[in-house]
């Protein structure tokens, strides 16, 4: 028995569009980093980059459970003195209210060069229409999944 080790020839990469509306950010983000990553095929190779491409709309009505929608996200400038932060609630309400998502999502991923990759299979829109219909994209459907996934 040998074990398997996929090649390039070997990676069928597939197009899936998931719907955030309702859907807890945290369990969101898990299920979106196993599927950038491959790990939910039986041919999953650490190495390469066995992921599908994923699509995430209304990324702006995505739930949080507890008192998250009012922690805080930090960065910095890069200047003295220069960190920064805003709520996840006041990114949600703002300009660019995928960036939640986009973060949440970048965190579960290893920090290497693959995953930075990978990361470019992610898109995310914050309304229900996207530009991608021409790759006919598979609806998974998160909420059905476990009834925790959802927050009322």
């Known amino acids: 028995m040998k074990t398997f080790s996929a090649t390039p020839a070997d ?11 309702g859907v807890v950010l945290g369990r969101l983000a898990s299920i979106v980093a196993m599927r950038l990553r491959g790990k939910h095929k039986a041919t999953f190779t650490p190495h390469m980059d066995m992921g599908d491409n994923v699509i ?5 009505k995505v739930q949080m459970t507890g008192k998250k929608r009012e922690e805080n996200f930090y960065w910095h400038t890069g200047h003295p003195g220069g960190i920064k932060s805003r709520t996840k609630a006041q990114i949600l ?7 939640v998502v986009f973060q949440a999502v970048k965190r579960m991923l290893p920090g290497n060069r693959l995953s ?13 229409e996207h530009p991608h219909e021409a790759q006919s994209p598979e609806a998974l459907d998160v909420k ?9």
């Open 11 to 21: 990676i069928e990469k597939s197009w899936i569009v998931i719907d955030a509306e």
């Open 116 to 128: 930075r990759a990978q990361l470019t299979n992610l898109r995310i829109y914050a309304g229900a």
């Open 56 to 60: 995430v709309i209304n990324a702006d």
């Open 93 to 99: 309400e703002g300009a660019h209210p995928e960036r």
């Open 144 to 152: 059905s999944m476990n009834k925790k996934n959802t927050r009322v």
